[in-house]
């Protein structure tokens, strides 16, 4: 698929140590050794560079002040940030004529699926939106990032598709974020995939149980604006729910050779579900994740999937980030978590050029 993403042969040769130039020691003070003569200053040398190979221009020390440990550049369009908050950065999003669905998937796992979601979905109503988030996922995160109980039991997910139950009756507020519900997803809706497949109209339960809960909402004059149904890494009777009853796809890739791989079955399971039962789904936006600008490989999934995918791949890239990574153990998203982190400032462009692209679509 990407043919040159290959190293050259001369790179595979064994290297001493990790492949970093050799440095003289300082004399240690007092010990009567002849200073070495200062080595000529050498340029740092990514471990992804094959040898004698340039060193790439980004591979630089971290700026001061930098919590998260990558640097303010590493997405196209997220401009300086600092501990006051971002600086520069168009942060405008437009409220939808009507409710948007959209479906997070990729069949591979770990790559931000859960992550883009429930921090895409925390940043659209911060900035005043009414946005419902769908835990689809039996694993429970994106209940767990929102501080959602979903242990054993719980009324969740499971009971809208299995016993009928409306959605109404299992969502919840998300209290760290106003305007944010959430459908929790609990263990139990391990076994729904099994259950599933013996009832009459498997596919569309889910959208049955949303459309009437958004009727509902629209009737009483507090309709949402967005919907996000985080799906589990597969292309099973839960995947195929969300996609059944969604208008939009969000695609998220992370920045490595084997989710290029996952995203053409995806996109064959699409034309599939477009064909016999959702003819309106498409592809609304494509997401890059955990960028790491220091890397040839990530610029070069990122040119492949621009290349193929153009327009529908958001301008900001989504960094690496401790803090990212951190949010989730606290309960929280990053943006409430660290709202001036490189993580949340990158998240707050997206969720702006997503609200734009869908508009304009």
Do not use: F
């Given at each position: 698929m990407i043919a040159h993403l290959?190293?050259?042969?001369?790179?595979?040769?064994?290297s001493r140590g990790l492949g970093w130039p050799a440095v003289p020691h300082p004399p240690k003070p007092?010990?009567?050794?002849?200073?070495?003569?200062?080595?000529?200053?050498?340029?740092p040398v990514s471990r992804e560079t094959p040898p004698g190979a340039p060193a790439p221009d980004d591979v630089q020390s971290e700026p001061a002040g930098?919590?998260?440990g990558v640097r303010p550049g590493v997405a196209s369009t997220v401009a300086a940030w600092s501990d006051s908050g971002p600086q520069g950065v168009d942060l405008e999003v437009r409220r939808p004529a009507e409710t948007r669905v959209l479906v997070v998937a990729n069949q591979k796992g770990g790559v931000g699926k859960t992550t883009t979601?429930?921090?895409?979905?925390?940043?659209?109503?911060?900035?005043?939106?009414?946005?419902?988030?769908?835990?689809?996922?039996?694993?429970?995160?994106?209940?767990?990032?929102?501080?959602?109980?979903?242990?054993?039991?719980?009324?969740?997910?499971?009971?809208v598709l299995i016993g009928g139950?409306?959605?109404?009756?299992?969502m919840s507020p998300c209290e760290e974020v106003p305007g944010l519900d959430v459908v929790p997803a609990s263990i139990d809706l391990a076994g729904a995939e099994i259950e599933l497949v013996s009832m009459v109209a498997r596919e569309t339960r889910l959208r049955r149980a949303l459309h009437t809960l958004l009727a509902d909402a629209t009737q009483s004059g507090s309709r949402y604006d967005y919907v996000f149904l985080d799906c589990p890494p597969s292309l099973g009777l839960l995947t195929v729910n969300a996609l059944t009853v969604a208008g939009h796809l969000l695609v998220p890739i992370q920045c490595e050779y084997y989710a290029l791989e996952g995203l053409s079955a995806?996109?064959?399971?699409?034309?599939?579900?477009?064909?016999?039962?959702?003819?309106?789904?498409?592809?609304?936006?494509?997401?890059?994740?955990?960028?790491?600008?220091?890397?040839?490989?990530?610029?070069?999934?990122a040119d492949e999937v621009r290349g193929h995918f153009g327009r529908l791949v958001l301008a900001t890239a989504i960094p690496r980030s401790v803090r990212i990574s951190e949010a989730p153990s606290y309960g929280q998203t990053v943006m409430?978590?660290?709202?001036?982190?490189?993580?949340?400032?990158?998240?707050?462009?997206?969720a702006s050029e997503l609200s734009m692209l869908l508009e304009n679509a």
């Open positions: 290959g190293w050259p042969a001369e790179a595979l040769q064994p007092g010990g009567g050794e002849t200073a070495a003569e200062p080595a000529e200053p050498v340029a930098n919590p998260d979601a429930v921090n895409v979905a925390a940043a659209l109503a911060q900035r005043g939106l009414r946005v419902l988030v769908v835990d689809l996922d039996p694993q429970g995160n994106a209940s767990t990032a929102l501080s959602i109980p979903h242990s054993e039991g719980t009324p969740s997910v499971y009971d139950k409306p959605l109404r009756e299992v995806l996109l064959r399971t699409i034309d599939s579900i477009k064909e016999h039962l959702n003819a309106d789904l498409r592809v609304g936006a494509i997401v890059l994740t955990m960028y790491d600008g220091r890397t040839r490989l990530a610029a070069a999934v409430t978590y660290d709202p001036s982190s490189v993580g949340s400032l990158c998240y707050l462009q997206a």
